[in-house]
């Protein structure tokens, strides 16, 4: 079991959850959000030291891991949990695209950038969880920016896999659907077809924080707290045709198009 933990973006939702579900096992956590209040409301309930920090600024997250390293002498799972979504199509605005790109993708590039010469070659396995979506193995609809951002974290997550499973690295994508977070109640209030869809059949932030725990015993690269992405991801990868009509007869459905 993970003794000392980090999790990001833990002022609400699955970072709360899972910095919840480590802080039941035992396990030292440090509660880091850009919200500083929820983070100390979290880190108050679970005996957690608070550290605010904004996950898409590469100070922030140096800063986070120095902490760590001087707070609990070290760091045996990081949870790169930030994440935001922006509804939206090809005319979402250059700002927001920048901003989703920052807290999606880079937000992790940071934090292996400066834990990973730390980590490599130190003998006991670390672990990276990096909370990407289904949104990553699949798409999304009615928000380009995250679609885009997700797929782009599935994929430095499965290089950093390749790249550095034999130095030690563990690195594992938590990849739900939908989740009863505020980012899915604002999808609803805002109309987005994605929030829409993805209601339907949603977790609770501490069931998916429930399965992350059980899948950090093992090693399996995807974590899917709704087991059919799998075979939605099989069917895109072998009939990419009929996953893509598949989901624009969605789209329309939701548009009450005819066509």
């Excluded at 979504?85 to 979402?92: C, F, K, M, R, V």
């Excluded at 499965?158 to 594992?172: D, F, I, P, S």
Aim: hydrophobic letters at 45%; one cysteine or more; charged letters at 20%.
């Amino acid at each position: 079991m993970s003794r000392r933990v980090v999790v990001t973006g833990a002022g609400g939702g699955i970072g709360a959850a899972l910095a919840r579900r480590f802080a039941a096992d035992g396990a030292q956590v440090i509660v880091s959000d850009l919200d500083a209040a929820a983070a100390s409301a979290v880190a108050a309930e679970i005996d957690g030291l608070a550290v605010p920090a904004d996950a898409a600024n590469e100070d922030d997250t140096r800063r986070l891991i120095e902490v760590a390293w001087a707070e609990l002498g070290g760091v045996d799972l990081f949870c790169s949990n930030a994440g935001v979504l922006t509804a939206g199509d090809e005319n979402t605005p250059d700002a927001a695209w920048t901003r989703d790109f920052s807290v999606n993708v880079l937000s992790h590039v940071y934090v292996s950038r400066h834990l990973l010469p730390r980590w490599l070659d130190q003998g006991e396995p670390k672990r990276l969880l990096i909370t990407v979506s289904a949104a990553g193995l699949l798409s999304i609809l009615g928000s380009a920016s995250y679609a885009v951002t997700k797929h782009g974290a599935l994929a430095y997550a499965e290089w950093l896999r390749a790249t550095y499973a034999h130095r030690g690295l563990v690195v594992q994508a938590l990849c739900p659907q939908g989740v009863r977070t505020d980012m899915l109640t604002r999808g609803n209030e805002g109309g987005s077809a994605a929030a829409a869809l993805l209601a339907e059949g949603a977790l609770e932030p501490a069931e998916v924080a429930e399965v992350a725990a059980k899948a950090i015993e093992g090693e399996s690269f995807l974590i899917l707290p709704h087991p059919e992405v799998a075979d939605y991801y099989k069917l895109r990868a072998t009939d990419t045709d009929r996953w893509l009509g598949g989901m624009n007869k969605l789209q329309r459905a939701y548009e009450g198009s005819p066509r």
